[in-house]
């Protein structure tokens, strides 16, 4: 993507999704500057579970700024959502971002083999959840002072 006009139909679907009220994506601002993105691929409300997908420019990665994005958008998930799931897939070499769900606390359920095509070649995703019941789940869900998190406060 060279231009503005470029980022339009990505910027329609994405309206689409949260009109619709199947997740939502966000920009990452770190000091004023749009450093990445991160949000949710969509909600199966049926199962009460969604995935949260991120990517963040590699000059800002290793500064944990994806790891408290992506605890914001987990406690969004179980507080406000009142979801059962969460999962996160990452492509299997890509240490950096397989590191969040690991420092997160989510537990590595399996691998898909070519889940995803990337530049036109195919990469096997690590497969990880976390469930409102895991003891991972309810530390994120408690505050900086210990406290839980009641609905209304962020």
Excluded at 27 to 43: E, K, N, P, Q, S
Excluded at 119 to 131: H, M
Aim: with cysteine; proline share 1%; hydrophobic share 35%.
């Amino acid at each position: 993507m060279r231009n503005v006009s470029d980022y339009e139909p990505v910027i329609d679907a994405w309206l689409k999704q949260f009109a619709a009220e199947d997740g939502f994506q966000a920009g990452v601002i770190y000091r004023g500057t749009l450093v990445g993105m991160a949000g949710f691929h969509g909600m199966d409300r049926r199962n009460e579970q969604t995935s949260i997908g991120y990517w963040l420019a590699e000059e800002y990665q290793g500064k944990g700024i994806m790891t408290r994005v992506c605890r914001f958008l987990i406690r969004y998930a179980f507080a406000e959502w009142k979801l059962n799931r969460v999962e996160i897939r990452c492509g299997v070499e890509n240490h950096k971002s397989r590191a969040i769900p690991e420092r997160l606390g989510f537990r590595m359920e399996g691998v898909i083999r070519d889940g995803e095509q990337l530049s036109g070649t195919f990469t096997d995703l690590a497969v990880y959840g976390l469930l409102r019941r895991d003891q991972a789940a309810e530390n994120l869900m408690k505050d900086r002072n210990g406290e839980e998190e009641t609905e209304g406060t962020k």
